[in-house]
């Protein structure tokens, strides 16, 4: 089983200021498989971003997400008030889904 | 915009079985969709439970997989899980969702707690 490790658990920011979200495969992962997600308290996650870096319909254009080697990262260029939530990075693979622990995004 | 509505009893004895359905609306279970079960214990991660397709195949947690059923009723536009021996673990908030392809999950319910208690 391929396991997603997020760093960091927390990240306290401004607004305005830029967001670096990573998330680790134990193993290598198809770009394709990989997508991130925000939830916001008692909301269902939304998701983001998939195939690694393609936008879901409707996201902003400051939520951007790229790959290097087995290291996913998501970034948001200029953080909105309404930005501040947790993160999920989630892989597909072996016909099944597999989720990281969470980033959250705090307000500075 | 598809539309996925969980429903089920929100409390469940140990050692019971935990039933949930999912309406669909605005969208049809005969698609080739995936219908999925997500799970979220209280302050924690998300737990990804199964799938299955129109075709009936289905693909399941190996964490879970002695446990779970997922179906379909097509009949009624709705898909079903199904979690016996429940213990307190199990207590956790159940999302319905679906994956439209791309490998990911892009519709999702609003979520139903399911408490196991006696």
């Known amino acids: 089983e391929i396991v997603l490790t997020q760093s960091p658990g927390t990240l306290s920011l401004s607004p305005g200021e830029r967001a670096t979200l990573s998330c680790r495969a134990s193993?290598?992962?198809?770009?394709?498989?990989l997508a991130w997600y925000q939830q916001k308290p008692g909301q269902a996650p939304r998701l983001l971003i998939y195939?690694?870096?393609t936008r879901a319909t409707g996201i902003p254009d400051r939520f951007s997400g790229s790959v290097s080697g087995t290291d996913f990262t998501l970034t948001i260029s200029r953080l909105e008030p309404e930005d501040f939530a947790v993160y999920y990075c989630?892989?597909?693979?072996?016909?099944?889904?597999?989720f990281g622990q969470g980033t959250k995004l705090e307000i500075k | 915009q598809m539309q996925l509505q969980e429903s089920g009893p929100g409390l469940v004895k140990p050692s019971g079985t935990l039933s949930l359905t999912c309406s669909v609306s605005?969208?049809?279970?005969?698609?080739?969709?995936?219908w999925t079960w997500v799970r979220q214990p209280p302050g924690k991660g998300l737990e990804w439970i199964g799938e299955?397709?129109?075709?009936?195949?289905?693909n399941y947690n190996p964490s879970l997989k002695s446990r779970v059923t997922i179906s379909l009723d097509k009949s009624k536009n709705q898909f079903s899980l199904s979690l016996t021996s429940v213990t307190a673990a199990d207590t956790a908030v159940y999302y319905c969702?679906?994956?439209?392809?791309?490998?990911?999950?892009?519709?999702w319910g609003q979520g139903t707690l399911v408490t196991a208690s006696s």
């Open positions: 969702a679906c994956s439209t392809g791309w490998w990911r999950i892009d519709h």
């Open positions: 605005y969208d049809s279970i005969s698609n080739t969709h995936w």
């Open positions: 299955i397709q129109y075709s009936g195949t289905t």
């Open positions: 193993q290598s992962v198809s770009s394709n498989y």
């Open positions: 195939g690694a870096s």
């Open positions: 989630q892989q597909y693979g072996s016909s099944m889904y597999t």
